[in-house]
């Protein structure tokens, strides 16, 4: 279903702070990628901002790098171009290289046009001071707050919201009813026994496939939220606190125990959920997509169940870490046709509710969270419920220096996995490496 564009005299009803977020924790895909053609949206693209002529443009992104998002770029781009009469050039890089390629073309004036972003990075490239004010293209477009606020840098707009979620436990019904869990405990201590009767299950199964690769251990820093570390406060970094401490004794307990897997990173993760080889992984709710093209079982679709993330106090909410892309502008030749393009991609309501049809990625507006199409995935309104709503973006996302930050704490976090340190001994020392970094 390809929802009907929106005129500039549509009303859209708001909706509640609920139903937004039970709406908005999705991005899982409702057809097979294989079986999905460009569209563009169906939509014809607006002309130029302020009547200015519109020019050439490139837009950057690291899924026009990913064989299932390729062509739905693509066919936007395609339709955006013809529509203004221009040629919309697309830049790719594979996504562990995206960041470092982006700043590296930027600093050195070597690319203007608009491109996504990881919610992550804003702060990033935004240092830069080459990224343009998109404040005013982003009023009267339907978006909701959530999404706005995660495009806002020291107060600035510079981004327009593309798609938001959040990452959290992803599950496996039919395993989980196997070892006799018809509810997934919403304390760590019964979670830890859940994962105790999953093992018994099959000696080759992984009970929770949690990060455990470097790449991506900054997932423990959610565990590290669920005991009660704050991460950092007021400039001052607070792990090797004890609520650390004890957080990563007890991930080193599971570790010693086998009840997650070694050297796991995300991709790993799904590919072990997509064979029935573990079952609760981390992901955003966009995994959906992957893990069902990789997998031998039909119906796994209606087995996947998301949880909220077990806490260690009762009246704890369950942590989350916000997930989202967003598309930024910077200066240069094409930037304003670029901007144009920002707008129209992540706002017409064709073409947002299209690229969840096609991609399973959550549009950002109230009118593309209205549509039946996103409304009536049970799954997504479940994740929105039960991750999505306490979901947070991570304290270190201000610092520009936030990937060094999670890479020293991801050291000396496999460095209590591996034996090498102490809880204690490693997260002081991870307290101090990440504490340099920010001073």
Known sequence: ??????????????????????????????????ACAPSGGGASAPAASGGSTAQNFSFASWSLSEEAAKPVITGQLDTFGADVGVDATPVSYPYNEYLNQLMLQTRGGEF????????????????????QDLS??????????????VGQFDGVQYGLPWTLGAIGLVGNREILDR?????????VAGFEDALRELKK???????????????????????MQTFGCTLVEDGRVTIGDDASVEAMTWYKRLYDDGLIGADVDRF?????????????????????????????????????????RPVASSGDDPRALAWGHVIVVVDGDGAGTAADYARWVTSDEAVVVDYFEQLGLPPTTQ??????????????SQFGERITETSTPSPFWVYPQYGQIDSAIAEHVQAVLVGSATPREAMKAARDEAQSLID
């Open 136 to 149: 005013a293209l982003a009023q009267g477009r339907g978006y909701i707050g959530a999404g706005l606020s």
């Open 179 to 187: 070892a006799g869990i018809t509810e997934l405990p919403s304390d």
């Open 268 to 308: 790993d993760a799904r590919s072990l959920f997509a064979q029935g080889k573990t079952a609760l992984y981390d992901d955003a709710p966009v995994g959906r997509s992957a893990v069902l093209a990789d997998s031998p079982d039909t119906e796994l679709g209606d087995k996947l169940v998301p949880f909220s």
């Open 112 to 131: 203007s046009g608009a491109a996504q972003l990881d919610i992550a990075w804003l702060g990033t490239l935004a240092a830069l001071g080459k990224l």
């Open 201 to 223: 299950l099959d000696g080759g199964l992984v009970p929770y496939a949690a990060s455990t690769k470097v790449a991506q251990l900054k997932d423990v820093q959610t565990w």
């Open 367 to 380: 009118a593309g969270l209205s549509s039946e199409a996103v409304a009536s995935d049970q799954f997504i």
């Open 1 to 34: 279903m390809t929802a009907q564009r929106p005129t500039a005299t549509t009303v859209v009803d708001d909706l509640s702070r609920r139903r937004i977020l039970q709406l908005f924790g999705i991005g899982a895909g409702t057809a097979a990628l294989a």
